[in-house]
């Protein structure tokens, strides 16, 4: 099934291509390529395993796409080093807050400690995400649709979330977006605004490194709390 790469890439460009031109954050190229694919899928009998196996490079590609994303912040680096200490404290808050709030969520729902470990690194990216969850014996596919879905929402939902609470400044929005919604979020800022982007690409990458060091603390800190309680 040779035609499942070439049909993926050419639905998502073309898709993209037309969200230029249909201006709304809710025609997000991801989310339709997805709602079209599914149909040609399940008409042609494909597996989601066949279709993996055989768009796995694009898979292959996601770290190496994250990296590419730090390039931005070449052009901000004075910036960067004159707000060091207030961007260390933004994203370290960020990363504990996802955290707490997704295990919180799931253990007040009724989950046990694998669904729970799962939802964990929801907002860092999905390379990062589905190593930390399986180290805390969590399930890498639920946390990679974690990250999809938490992404998604924000590069639909995130502009239009801040614009209402009127926070204007540029690095503020672009640390916001990249703590959460990672590189999906970070793809809709440079879209939006050139250094946006640069300092979502900055949360992106500090999130990412501080979930990954403080995660088998805190995991286990909360299983205790709401254990006992």
């Avoid at 709304?24 to 149909?39: E, Y």
């Avoid at 939802?119 to 990679?144: H, M, N, R």
């Avoid at 939006?192 to 490194?209: F, K, P, R, T, W």
Wanted: proline content about 4%; glycine content about 6%.
């Amino acid at each position: 099934m040779i035609w499942m790469l070439p049909l993926t890439i050419c639905v998502f460009l073309i898709i993209r291509k037309l969200s230029f031109k249909i201006k709304t954050p809710l025609f997000n190229p991801l989310v339709i390529s997805v709602i079209i694919l599914i149909p040609i899928l399940l008409i042609t009998q494909t597996t989601y395993t066949e279709y993996v196996g055989n768009v796995r490079i694009i898979n292959e590609l996601l770290p190496y796409s994250v990296v590419a994303l730090a390039y931005p912040l070449y052009e901000l680096i004075p910036q960067i080093k004159a707000r060091w200490k207030s961007i260390m404290i933004i994203t370290f808050t960020a990363s504990i807050a996802s955290m707490i709030t997704g295990v919180s969520i799931v253990f007040w729902l009724g989950g046990n400690h694998e669904i729970a470990a799962s939802v964990l690194p929801k907002s860092v990216t999905t390379a990062i995400a589905v190593t930390i969850a399986d180290s805390q014996g969590g399930i890498q596919s639920i946390a990679a649709f974690c990250v999809i879905f938490v992404g998604t929402l924000g590069g639909i939902f995130g502009h239009q979330l801040l614009n209402f609470f009127r926070i204007k400044l540029v690095a503020a929005r672009g640390l916001s977006i990249g703590a959460v919604s990672h590189a999906v979020g970070t793809a809709r800022c440079i879209e939006v605004d050139y250094n946006e982007g640069a300092y979502s690409s900055l949360s992106l990458v500090l999130c990412g490194i501080i979930t990954s060091l403080i995660a088998p603390f805190i995991f286990p800190t909360m299983v205790f709390i709401f254990d006992w309680f």
